[in-house]
């Protein structure tokens, strides 16, 4: 079945450091792919989304690339700041679009 | 952007009682609405399916007798945990999903989340 495997948290970084959260899914078909964000006390908010291979997601200077060959979606940030501090969730739509399936969320925490 | 709120933000009830959550989508017709439970540390799990004027679609292990869900308008979709008891005790969340005008598509918008303790 559908499946999302994000890497254990949580991330503690400094100011300006680099971020890569790994995820990678297991799926039949050819899911759509997203990275959602949950700042404390709010509601899950969509941070970027790709719909087929080899496309690129990007918002707020966060991005990740859809890799069919490894199966995986990687979020990336080239500088983190402070406000970057929330809860991260890759996920996948089933190819029916009928299921959003969600990692168990890395924890990220940035300090200055 | 679409906006979906959901209300209370935080309830605390005795075990045995039942509670109700409401979803709306705030500017846009929401023809399907899912609810979601998050334990403290986990990921979302997918509760059940709704669309406006039918009987949801509980995944599997949900009991439905348990939690009613009702979907009655375009913008409003409620949750009643029913004779509730400590292990009911979770993150509820909502999403909704348009699918005709500005916000169309298969994406889904989120409310920010119940918290029912069951004391």
């Known amino acids: 079945g559908n499946s999302v495997t994000q890497m254990e948290g949580p991330v503690t970084l400094s100011e300006e450091a680099f971020l890569t959260i790994n995820c990678t899914y297991t799926a039949t078909g050819y899911p759509s792919l997203f990275w959602y964000v949950q700042y404390p006390g709010e509601g899950l908010q969509l941070l970027l989304k790709a719909t087929k291979a080899d496309d690129k997601g990007s918002n707020k200077g966060f991005e990740a690339t859809y890799r069919k060959e490894t199966t995986s979606f990687h979020l990336e940030k080239g500088s983190v700041q402070v406000s970057d501090s929330a809860v991260y969730f890759c996920?996948?739509?089933?190819?029916?679009?009928?299921?959003?399936?969600f990692g168990k969320g890395t924890t990220l925490s940035v300090s200055s | 952007g679409a906006v979906v709120s959901q209300h209370p933000s935080w309830v605390i009830c005795k075990s045995g009682t039942s509670v109700k959550i409401e979803c709306r989508s705030l500017d846009f017709q929401a023809t399907t609405m899912f609810w979601y439970r998050q334990f403290p540390k986990q990921s979302l799990m997918l509760m059940a399916t709704?669309?406006?004027?039918?009987?949801?679609?509980?995944e599997q292990g949900v009991e439905k007798d348990k939690f009613l869900i009702n979907h009655a308008s375009l913008t409003l979709s409620t949750l009643t945990v029913t004779s509730a008891h400590p292990e009911d005790s979770s993150f509820y969340i909502c999403?909704?999903?348009?699918?005709?005008?500005?916000?169309?598509?298969?994406?889904?918008?989120f409310g920010p989340g119940t918290r029912l303790t069951v004391l």
């Open positions: 999403s909704a999903r348009e699918m005709t005008g500005t916000h169309k598509g298969n994406e889904q918008f």
């Open positions: 996920a996948l739509l089933n190819q029916a679009g009928t299921a959003l399936i």
């Open positions: 709704s669309n406006e004027g039918s009987k949801a679609t509980y």
